[in-house]
């Protein structure tokens, strides 16, 4: 799904309005694990920790952690808007990206789904699954 906000760059003109909060975000996610010895595909950045850290940053001075903060990144703040408005709407724009990629309109869309019903069927019992990490190739 990463690939699929991604590729909102080209296709999606509202999407303009977020790209330099977004690289920022994602350099910072990329910085973070790069402290910990995590470089290339070993970070683990998927939508989930995109929207998370979106979250947590969208919750400013209400985090528990913000007394602790000495200064939020410069950059940030200007990226980020007053009492981070822009994090805010950036985050429920995924969301709302989000909500049409895993419930599409047409059901031929999920056909990658076949497989989980007929394993639900194999087994005759309730299967209850949910991921934002995979999309079909």
């Known amino acids: 799904m990463i690939r699929l906000i991604e590729q909102l760059r080209q296709d999606d003109g509202d999407w303009k309005e977020f790209l330099r909060l977004y690289h920022h975000i994602k350099t910072a996610i990329y910085y973070a694990a790069g402290l910990n010895g995590l470089f290339g595909d070993a970070v683990p ?9 979106l979250y947590e940053l969208e919750r400013n001075e209400q985090h528990p952690l913000y007394p602790f903060i000495a200064s939020w990144n410069l950059r940030l703040v200007d990226l980020a808007g007053s009492s981070f408005a822009k994090v805010k709407q950036f985050r429920r724009f995924i969301l709302k990206k989000l ?10 869309q999920a056909d990658y789904f076949k497989g989980l019903s ?11 699954i949910f991921s934002l990490n995979y999309t079909s190739a």
């Not at 950045?45 to 850290?53: H, K, S």
């Not at 049409?100 to 031929?108: A, H, R």
Request: cysteine-free.
């Open 45 to 53: 950045y998927n939508i989930e920790t995109l929207v998370n850290t």
């Open 118 to 128: 007929q394993l639900q069927r194999d087994l005759n019992f309730p299967l209850r």
């Open 99 to 108: 909500k049409k990629w895993v419930s599409p309109d047409d059901p031929s």
